[in-house]
Every structure is written in C-alpha cells, then in structure tokens.
C-alpha cells in the first residue's frame, strides 16, 4: 500500500543580498571638508541667484513651497543612502567638460546684454549635475539624478511666462464657472475675458466677480506638480502607473481650480461679494489643496486594486511516495 503526500514549497525568484546599512556619518573628514569646499565655491559663484530666489520665496506665495523642494531633494538622497555610500565612485571627466561649459554658460548670461535671466538660475542646478557626474561618475549620477532635477521646482518661472501661463488660465476657470453658475436657476451668469458679469434674480451684482492672478490655479499647480513627483518617487508601484500619476497632477490641479472659482461665485451670490475676497478667499484656496490629494489618492488606490499583480514566488509541488 503506498500513500502519496503532497506539500508546497515556495521558492523565490532570487535571492540578492542586501546592502550593507550605511551612516552619512560615516563619511571621512576628507570628503567632508571636499563637500564643504564645493559648498562654499558654489555660493561663491551663484551668491546673488540664491539671495533673488531666497527673496522671490519670501515675497511671493505663489513660489512659497520652494522652501520646501531642497529638504525634498535631501530626502530623496537619505532614501537611497545604502545604495549611495556602498558605490565605488570613481570620477568621470565628462562632467568636468560639462562643468566648465555651463559655468562658461553663466557667465555668458551674466555678462552678456541678450542674456536671459532665467537660464542664470537654472545653471545651478545643471552646475549640481556636473559635478555629481565629475566625482561620482554615471553610477552616482543614476542615484541622485532626480534630487538634483527636483531642484528646478525652486526656480520661479519668469514673470512674464507665468502671466502669459496664467492669464489663459483664468480665462477658462472664468468661463467654466460663469457655465456652471447659470445652470443654478435665477442666476445668469457671463464670462468676460478674466471677469464674470452676474445678473441674480434680474438684477445685476456689483461687482463684478474678478478671477484674480491668484485664483488662477498656477500656484496650486506648481506646488501639487512638484509634490505630485515626490509621491510618484517614493510610492513603490509600476512604472506606468507613477507616470499616470504625474500626468493626473495637471487636470486635477485645474479642476480644484475651476472647483474654486465656481465656489467663490455661488458664495459672492448667495451670501455677500465681502465673504469672497480677503481672508475667506485665501482660506478656501487652501482647501483646494486636500480636495487635491483626495482626488490623486483616489486615483493611486483605484489604479493599485484594478490590477491584482501576481506574487513573485514559484510554487513547486513535491511528492513523497512512501510505500508499505
């Protein structure tokens, strides 16, 4: 008489030893004191686009979030601290070449009368990659390529790029709103330009519901655009979901724009025009920005349970015959 039984095993696909926990700590007072001396050279070189950016920061709350993108680059760099202190650096001179050409770059923009400002503020972050590239080679380069291009979400955008990128803006979310406000009944509403003419109950509102600078949706834009690539980073999922993602960070940031304008129409109409303006408006701005995470959470979770990935072990049937 023989009986059969039969057990799963599971076997991994495979089995990679892990890195070796490191410390930045660990670093040796020589690279420490070479970390130090480019620091230093690099304020030295850029010291006035760091102060103007530093100041446009302070001064402007549509670039407010920038004191927030370099402690995000330093994060992004701890997350890959093992990988980063376990690599043989080993310089590649290619960055060097690329260093002395953006530097000549700079000063070209600096010097020159057809140099363009904007590109003096971006040759540091491309300064960054250089020398990444210099020291570490293209091994370094691929563990910190985005911490160092992450920096360009610091950089405001020229003045009259973000008018012209804002008025289109404020032209549709006028146009949307004054839409959805005449579906509500007694109230008949008209988009001119930036501005919404409202008549409620037959009697035109005074005044006029002005779709300010601020409520054009850049701001939220920018700063949901840049931590839309934060958390596309740092959640682990496929690659074809985390640039969905970082796509939906654009019409999400328009819809809670149009959502707010038409918010502020109903409240200047329904309640009083003061309830729209001041301290009311900048606090439902703010509450955009959860309305906004709702919406980019919604569609991480929607996309993670539509497809069910499978599991990664093997499973492997073995049979034991024993006989009597």
């Known amino acids: 008489m023989a009986d059969n039984i039969v057990f799963t095993a599971s076997e991994p696909e495979s089995a990679e030893s892990p890195l070796r926990r490191q410390q930045w700590r660990q670093f040796s007072v020589h690279t420490y004191a070479k970390i130090f001396i480019i620091a230093v050279l ?5 010291r006035s686009e760091i102060e103007g950016i530093v100041y446009r920061w302070v001064s402007d709350s549509s670039w407010s979030h920038g004191f927030l993108i370099p402690l995000f680059s330093l994060y992004f760099l701890n997350q890959r601290k093992d990988d980063i202190l376990n690599l043989r650096v080993r310089p590649n001179y290619l960055g060097l070449f690329f260093l002395i050409c953006v530097i ?13 400002g904007y590109f003096r503020s971006i040759s540091m972050v491309a300064v960054l990659g250089a020398v990444v590239l210099f020291l570490g080679g293209w091994a370094l380069v691929w563990y910190t390529w985005l911490p160092v291009v992450y920096l360009i979400f610091a950089v405001p955008l020229p003045g009259r790029y973000y008018r012209g990128i804002t008025i289109p803006m ?4 006028a146009s949307v709103a004054a839409t959805l406000l005449s579906m509500v009944k007694d109230i008949e509403a008209t988009a001119n330009g930036v501005v919404i003419d409202i008549i409620y109950k037959g009697q035109l509102l ?4 002005d779709v300010a600078e601020a409520c054009s949706g850049m701001r939220l834009l920018m700063a949901f655009l840049a931590l839309g690539v934060a958390m596309a980073y740092l959640h682990y999922r496929p690659v074809w979901q985390r640039l969905v993602l970082l ?7 328009i819809l809670c724009n149009i959502v707010r304008v038409t918010v ?9 025009p003061r309830y729209a303006q001041g301290i009311y408006h900048d606090m439902l701005g703010m509450l955009m920005l959860p309305l906004a995470f709702g919406l980019y959470g919604f569609l991480a979770w929607f996309m993670s349970n539509l497809f069910v990935e499978e599991s990664g072990a093997k499973s492997v049937d073995v049979v034991v015959r024993r006989d009597r």
Request: charged residues 0%.
């Open 42 to 46: 690099f304020y030295y070189l850029f």
């Open 104 to 116: 000549l770059f700079y000063i070209f923009n600096v010097v020159s009368p057809a140099g363009y």
């Open 170 to 173: 404020r032209q549709w979310a």
């Open 206 to 209: 005074s005044p006029s519901l």
């Open 247 to 253: 796509a939906s960070t654009i019409p999400i940031a």
């Open 264 to 272: 502020t129409g109903f409240i200047h109409v329904l309640l009083a």
